[in-house]
Nanobody, 121 residues
């Protein structure tokens, strides 16, 4: 069983920065796509950024130029660097990953438990 654990959330002033991490537990697996989603109060969950195993990235228009997604394949860890944060970035941020057991076909999609990001003065 693979578990995703987010960390790095917190309270930050507008214009500030945070770096979220998505760590994995378990062994003998490989992570393919890693994605970050967020859900703001009263809103639906939305995709923020995604990165493939080879490093191809895609971002929501609302975060382009401010957020950077990255990964460390050796550590099976994903990151989301968030700069120039705005109050509208306030949300619970979730890590999502497609995981395959080494030597087994197919993949399974996993979610983390979420980490709160609050942007406020």
């Amino acid at each position: 069983q693979v578990q995703l654990v987010e960390s790095g959330g917190g309270l930050v002033q507008p214009g500030g920065s945070l770096r979220l991490s998505c760590a994995t537990s378990g062994s003998n697996f490989r992570i393919f796509t890693i994605a970050w989603y967020r859900r703001a109060p009263g809103k639906q969950r939305e995709s923020v950024a995604v990165i493939t195993r080879v490093g191809t990235t895609n971002y929501a228009d609302s975060v382009k130029g401010r957020f950077t997604i990255s990964r460390d394949n050796a550590r099976n860890t994903g990151y989301l660097q968030m700069n120039s944060l705005k109050p509208e970035d306030t949300a619970v941020y979730y890590c999502n990953a497609d995981v395959s057991r080494i030597g087994a076909p197919g993949s399974v999609n996993y979610w983390g438990q979420g980490t709160q990001v609050t942007v406020s003065s």
